[in-house]
């Protein structure tokens, strides 16, 4: 019913930059946030930025300052610019939807895309 597709992720030298993309599509109804989530092998996902529908934007402390979220609400696309790569940002990224398709609302998450910061 909702798919979330993402696009750009790739190999990156240290203080580098990337643009992650990620596009909804399916039988929305409205759209309250969507964000970027990542995960290391071994390790649980973890929270990256956020954006809710009214523009709102929380990002985790790792990446405040560098990584920028941000959303086309006519397109149902996210963002994600990151600037200033550190080998530690290095991730498989997923992008996640929360959408209400009918009257049901619920998380949705992309396939993941990778991120690989090194020299």
């Known amino acids: 019913q909702v798919q979330l597709v993402e696009s750009g992720g790739g190999l990156v030298q240290p203080g580098g930059s990337l643009r992650l993309s990620c596009a909804a599509s399916g039988n929305i109804f409205s759209i309250y946030a969507m964000g970027w989530f990542r995960q290391t092998p071994g390790n649980l996902r973890e929270l990256v930025a956020t954006?809710?529908?009214?523009?709102?934007?929380d990002y985790a402390d790792s990446v405040k300052g560098r990584f920028t979220i941000s959303r086309d609400n006519a397109k149902n696309t996210v963002y994600l610019q990151m600037n200033s790569l550190k080998p530690e940002d290095t991730a498989v990224y997923y992008c996640?939807?929360?959408?209400?398709?009918?009257?049901?609302?619920?998380?949705?998450w992309g396939q993941g895309t990778q991120v690989t910061v090194s020299s």
């Open positions: 996640n939807g929360v959408i209400t398709v009918g009257t049901i609302t619920r998380n949705y």
């Open positions: 954006i809710q529908i009214s523009g709102r934007a």
